[in-house]
């Protein structure tokens, strides 16, 4: 398997982060993108719960926070660290922030003026429609805060980021049964001009960031980005 070097060093007590180097996920650049590529090893979804030469924008920000480390990254994918796909943080908006809090906070404030995303993820009828597992979960709404396109000026980050890209309301409960806002991630590099990420038919790449905001702007219901710090 594909590994990269120690780029990012965790601490579990205190999940501290230092990464003061452009180099973060380095290591990684060039590997394949595979939607998905991640499960629990065994049961519904059979993928392995590692592995180093395929990503997607997600496992490949979470792989690389984990430094690789495969405990490291159950912790980060499953509420309390509990390998099961029912304990899985499936959405950013709801899962992932809120039970990596002790070490990721939405910082977007910090970095310009911001607007409210307001989204209802609805796990129980998304797990039936596009799964057929049965969840016990509530709607619930959550507040995204993040920096419109529109209002979005230079970022000057001393430490990397990890940045989500946010859409509106895409109507798509006819189809996946839920809404949802975040629809990309990745990291922006110290002195924001470069955003490493694992991009669809291209694997783990460098895009220039201010072209990529440009593209992303252009594209339908895209409204904006939040910024995400590592404590």
Request: charged content about 25%; hydrophobic content about 40%; glycine content about 10%.
């Amino acid at each position: 398997m594909r590994r990269g070097p120690v780029l990012v060093i965790m601490f579990i007590a205190g999940c501290g982060f230092y990464a003061p180097r452009n180099d973060v996920g380095a290591g990684y650049l060039g590997a394949r993108y595979i939607l998905d590529p991640l499960g629990e090893a065994d049961g519904y979804d059979s993928d392995p719960l590692v592995r180093y030469d395929a990503f997607d924008c997600t496992t490949f920000v979470e792989t690389v926070l984990a430094d690789g480390d495969e405990r490291r990254l159950s912790a980060i994918r499953y509420r309390d660290g509990v390998v099961a796909w029912e304990n899985r943080n499936h959405f950013i908006e709801t899962d992932w922030l809120n039970n990596n809090s002790d070490f990721l906070e939405n910082a977007s404030a910090k970095y310009g003026n911001t607007a409210i995303r307001h989204v209802v993820i609805d796990k129980a009828a998304w797990a039936l429609k596009n799964h057929g597992i049965s969840v016990n979960a509530n709607p619930i709404a959550a507040e995204l805060e993040y920096l419109p396109y529109e209002t979005l000026g230079d970022i000057h980050n001393t430490r990397p980021l990890v940045v989500l890209f946010i859409v509106g309301n895409l109507k798509k409960h006819d189809k996946i049964a839920t809404d949802i806002a975040v629809v990309h991630m990745g990291f922006l590099l110290p002195g924001g001009q470069v955003l490493r990420h694992a991009s669809t038919g291209r694997g783990v790449v460098d895009d220039n960031f201010a072209e990529y905001v440009t593209k992303r702007r252009g594209m339908k219901n895209n409204i904006g980005i939040a910024l995400v710090e590592i404590k």
